[in-house]
Each structure stands twice: as C-alpha cells, then as structure tokens.
C-alpha cells in the first residue's frame, strides 16, 4: 500500500505553497464554483457572506442583559457619552432575534423592554383610546400594579 503513495514533499515545497488562499482552496476541492455562487448541494443556498452576532456570554433564551455601565473617565471626547450604547441586530419580519447578518446591514440600539420613561405608547381604552402618549414617570404605589404618568403628544395634556 506504501507503493502508491506519492512522495514526500521536501521544505521548498511547503515554503512555495500559498496560504493565503488556503480556505478558497478547500472549497473548490469541494465543489465550490467561486465568488457569487449559492452554496448547497443544488447552488440554492447563500451567496452573500454573512456574519455570526452571538448573544452575551450566559444570557439564556429570551433573557434581555443589563444596562450598560457608565464610564468612570472625568473627560469624553465630543460626540461620546458616558453610556456605552447597546447595539443588536434588528429582529427579523417576524419578530424573532436574529444572530447572522449580511454585511451590509448595521445594527441598532436595543430597545428597552416594559414601560419606562420616555417610551411612546398607544392608549388602547378609555376616554382617550387610540391616542399616542409618551410616558413621564412610572410608580408603584403601595404593592399595586405600575401606574404610569403620560404625556399625550397630540395636546400636551398631561393625565
């Protein structure tokens, strides 16, 4: 079985082999026609190189991370703010988070979830139904549900 292997290359030959090109290289031994064309067994995959965005180390499912820290530097550049923004990938068409992105698509800042203040929201019942209103500040009075002081930013009204 030795007979019919080839010979062993000397060190000149790996010093004249590219690496460069390495991966290229293997995907064409694998059937890969080159730059534009859709992978899969019937070319009807992806054709667009795409970027992996993983969530947070040991965030689980569902779960949303913490806000992010201020910086403690007594001096910022101008344009900077002392909150780092909290930058993600924008859900999909149907609602779900996304971790692969093309290369041409940016992310956005992460929206933050419940009400807070400064969060637009739709009034859905009472005298005031179908009204956009932006939240001023929330409270919990004595163990009950949050209440929520709103704007409405037809009229200004505060209610």
């Known amino acids: 079985d030795c007979a019919v292997l080839p010979e062993q290359c000397g060190e000149e030959a790996y010093e004249a082999m590219p690496i460069e090109a390495f991966g290229e290289a293997m995907l064409r031994g694998m059937g890969w026609q080159g730059e534009g064309t859709a992978l899969g067994k019937n070319a009807q995959g992806l054709a667009a190189p795409v970027e992996y965005i993983p969530r947070q180390q040991r965030l689980g499912l569902g779960a949303h991370p913490a806000a992010p820290q201020e910086t ?17 990938l924008a859900s999909g068409a149907d609602g779900k988070v996304r971790h692969v992105r093309s290369l041409d698509e940016q992310l956005v800042e992460r929206v933050q979830a419940g009400v ?44």
């Open 72 to 88: 403690k530097r007594k001096h910022i550049k101008s344009g900077e703010s002392r909150v780092k923004a909290d930058m993600v």
């Open 116 to 159: 807070h203040p400064g969060k637009t929201m739709l009034i859905v019942q009472g005298a005031h139904q179908g009204f956009h209103a932006k939240v001023v500040s929330v409270s919990t009075p004595d163990g009950r549900s949050e209440r929520a002081s709103v704007i409405l930013l037809a009229s200004t009204a505060p209610l």
